[in-house]
């Protein structure tokens, strides 16, 4: 069998150290050839020594530095580089076939696109990417003809529970609507007065995955599903009005998709990521993940619940950027993962995060996109708004 080569970008990640899982059960199917990780030398360390891959790529010179003196001798063979650049060119190599992107945040857009511009297969788990830049993202997909496979549970189910030929045109595959899952998160259910003094250790528990801080901040407000919600309508070329969030707690279903002859299309699953990575990586065969296979009689029951606007404004918010088009998704997107930071940083209240959005929202008029320059400009602008709408609020 030959071998897909790999680039995995944030693969010190929650992410990447499933699809390093899955990888390690078929050494006959993968090959590693470039791992990046920004922090976590030990780790990374440790994936360069079990992988081997050509190239391993850091966050700067430092990093570089502590990853060469980590692994000493067993360094030979494997180029240290580190920086931007770097990571935009581990994602582009000439030897690798498959890239999965896995960085999160803003961070991971230059280096995904380098990914879809250089035609690779792109498994794509770094959402806020596409949110950011959906236009010039799915323009450089169809421009190099890369295949973008979705990682996020949701959409991976929805890609799933869609025809195999699906060309990007729902009516014409006759669906109605898409029917995206949400658990709802830590805080679905806890009275709203206790939301005020929620901690960053309670919002990073979440009751079914085990996932990256900043997105688990993100179930937490349902910003996720905001943002969810902004990924399949470009993955998918969906408009907003045919994509309803559904809150699903147990995440049993990961989403699904009903057509117009009432039949509705759904995966199932355990929730863990290596089932949607396991997919994407072997596309369109099926191997093992490693899940334990799901037992309906233990799941006993599978319940299902509209979200509530007043608990969780972030959905709207998310709804309204896709509305307004153009830059705003990218200025929403920014202006989240500033006041997340804030809030991981225990400088923001958890309550505070949807109101520095709106408030940003509010303060940046959405721009025509028609480059990577313009979305990194609007990324720009809005953080610096968010910052000093934070400053505001808590100064
Ligand atoms: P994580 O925080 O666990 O890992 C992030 C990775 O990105 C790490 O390897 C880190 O070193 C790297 N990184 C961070 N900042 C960077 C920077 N500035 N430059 C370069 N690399 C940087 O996050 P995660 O939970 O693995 O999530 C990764 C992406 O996958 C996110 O976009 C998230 O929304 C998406 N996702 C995650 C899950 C999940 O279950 N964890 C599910 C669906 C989607
Ligand atoms: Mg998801």
Redesign the pocket.
Known sequence: MIRQRLTIL???????LSTLDVVSRHPDRFEVVAL?????MAELAEQCRKHRPRYAVT?DAAAADQLAVILGTEARGIEILWGEAA?EQVAALAEVDAVMA????A??LKPTLAAVRAGKRVLL????ALVMAGRVFMGAVSQSGAQLLP???EHNAIFQSLPADYAGNLARSGVRRILLTASGGPFRSIPLDQLQRVTPEQACAHPN?V?????SVDSATMMNKGLELIEAHWLFNAPAELIEVVIHPQSVIHSLVAYSDGSVLAQLGNPD?RTPIAHALAYPERIDAGVAPLDLFDVAQLTFERPDTARFPCLELAYRALQAGGSAPAVLNAANEVAVAAFLDRRLPFLRIADVIARVLDRVPAMAVEDLESVLSADRIARETAQTVIAGLTG
């Open positions: 944030g693969a010190t990640g929650s992410i990447g990046t990780g920004h922090q976590r966050c990571l896995a960085i999160v945040g961070a991971g788990a770094n959402k806020e990682i996020d549970s995955w996932m990256g801080r900043k997105i990521m």
